[in-house]
């Protein structure tokens, strides 16, 4: 038996001033296709072949340039047709919340053309982030789709291998089946939706032991994306059934999983302490132990944002200048300033500099003159189930002079969430009081080593309150927009 794979990441983030074109994706071919979505064992145990389409990421980033999609989509399409006369099925991951430049949903587009080419029965597998978006056509025309569970996404790649071998089970016996979705009118930002913490721990929970039901053979809640508006935003849920005879079963499953989730919608709240920018500040300084981290979710890298704001840089500035000075050691890592960057490039360790550091996009990323010299540097590495060894840029670590601030400056925007990243450029948080990291909710290594953090509620590209986020294609009403 043969399965065709691909897999189509992008978060397309309509705030930043910044577009996707073809040299913004990681693509990869063949082999390397293969062996980028982490699923060669499964199916080679299983003695079914694979035939590679493309891998096509961009991680989390801004919209997409029709040219560069039509690119990426042309690859998935060319590859089914020249292999449909021996593919027995598809393994696709597609991250859900793409935007294309007079598209929509980039993942809603592939999969239609993939179905233009085969038909609506051809076994279609798809693995999908829980930060994507839905509809009610996309979800028919799967055969299975189902979310990773945890956010962060500490089991994307389980998640892959095992949709992967629940497709080599269901080749051996087929069924006539489709997912089943409902939308549910909720909207919610990534940093209400973690799931260490409730109600997205009892959703998870509840959900594994709905597929531990012999008629249902997967469930899915989906928190949906909330950075460029569209009609499919907001959150769902997806059950698929065992065999067909049970299809009418799933469509009652579906509604009690929809109903579960929706009486938790009170429930949904910021992961840890989050403050205005003012408070979360002077409470990182009070808190007695160290690290402390402080989350810039305005500008949080990992959901698509910038990176280059220096809000809470020049919080610290105008601190160290007060009569009240600064006396704990804080470091910023990263704030990304190509232009200074590349003014850092060229000195040694120890060099003395005088920089202006902020891009000056806009009122968060107002630029800063400082004095500083060159502490350490190094590449900028990929985390979670990107690859660590990966050289996404370069980041110059400069201490300013008479203060107690050092800054990472990058030469390109990437979050730091793993110990590794910061020893990549010479870092160690245990030499800082405090920590400043572009993040919204605090990565698992990041959240295990702090004494204490705090979700800093800055303005950006991703703002958290979603009720001033003017939204206008949206299903209406919707909460908490609305009062349901
Ligand atoms: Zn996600």
Redesign the pocket.
């Known amino acids: 038996m043969k399965v065709l794979v691909g897999q189509f990441i992008t978060?397309s983030n309509a705030n930043i001033p910044l577009k996707n074109n073809v040299g913004s994706f990681k693509m990869l071919f063949g082999d390397d296709c293969i062996d980028g979505m982490h699923i060669r064992e499964v199916f080679e145990q299983r003695d079914v072949e694979i035939v590679p389409s493309i891998l096509a990421d961009a991680g989390a980033s801004g919209v997409i340039e029709r040219a560069a999609f039509e690119y990426i989509e042309h690859e998935f399409v060319n590859a089914v047709r020249t292999h449909i006369h021996e593919i027995d099925g598809m393994l696709l991951m597609l991250?859900g919340?793409s935007e294309v430049d007079g598209v929509g949903s980039g993942d809603h587009h592939i999969l239609n053309a993939i179905r233009e080419v085969v038909g609506e029965y051809l076994p279609i597998f798809v693995v999908c982030?829980?930060?994507?978006n839905l509809c009610e056509s996309y979800v028919r025309q799967t055969t299975l789709i189902r979310s990773?569970r945890e956010?962060p996404?500490t089991d994307s790649i389980a998640t892959l291998q095992k949709v992967a071998g629940w497709l080599c089970d269901f080749l051996l016996n087929r069924q006539n089946i489709h997912s089943v979705y409902r939308k549910l009118p909720l909207i919610l930002g990534?940093e209400q939706s973690v799931s260490t913490d409730e109600p997205v721990r009892s959703i998870n929970s509840y959900m594994d032991k709905m597929e531990k039901d012999p008629r249902i053979r997967s469930c899915s809640w989906h928190v949906g994306y909330i950075r460029h508006d569209s009609d499919v935003a907001g959150c769902g849920i997806v059950v698929v059934p065992q065999n067909e005879a049970d299809q009418g079963y799933a469509e009652q499953k579906a509604d009690e999983l929809a109903a579960y989730v929706w009486d938790r919608r009170h429930e949904f709240h910021y992961t840890g302490v989050a403050a205005m920018p003012d408070r979360a500040f002077e409470m990182a300084l009070a808190f007695g132990g160290q690290p402390v981290f402080i989350t810039d979710s305005g500008d949080n890298v990992t959901s698509g944002a910038t990176g280059w704001n220096t809000y809470i840089l020049r919080q610290a500035i105008e601190r160290a200048e007060s009569n009240v000075g600064l006396n704990r050691r804080l470091l910023f890592a990263n704030i990304c300033d190509p232009v200074c960057y590349d003014v850092l490039s060229g000195l040694d360790e120890g060099d003395s500099a005088h920089i202006s550091l902020g891009v000056g996009f806009d009122d968060m990323s107002q630029p800063v003159e400082l004095d500083v010299h060159v502490r350490s540097r190094g590449p900028l590495r990929g985390y979670l189930h990107h690859p660590h060894d990966a050289h996404y840029g370069d980041a110059v670590v400069v201490s300013v002079d008479g203060m107690p601030i050092d800054v990472s400056v990058a030469s390109t925007r990437q979050a730091m969430c793993e110990r590794h990243q910061f020893e990549a450029v010479g870092l160690n948080w245990g030499d800082y009081d405090v920590v400043v990291v572009k993040q919204g909710y605090l990565f698992p290594e990041l959240k295990e080593a702090a004494a204490f953090s705090v979700m800093s509620l800055t303005l950006g590209t991703t703002p958290q309150d979603t009720k001033i986020i003017p939204f206008k294609r949206i299903l209406r009403p919707m909460y908490p927009i609305d009062d349901i």
């Open positions: 978060e991250h919340a982030d829980p930060h994507g990773y956010s996404h990534g």
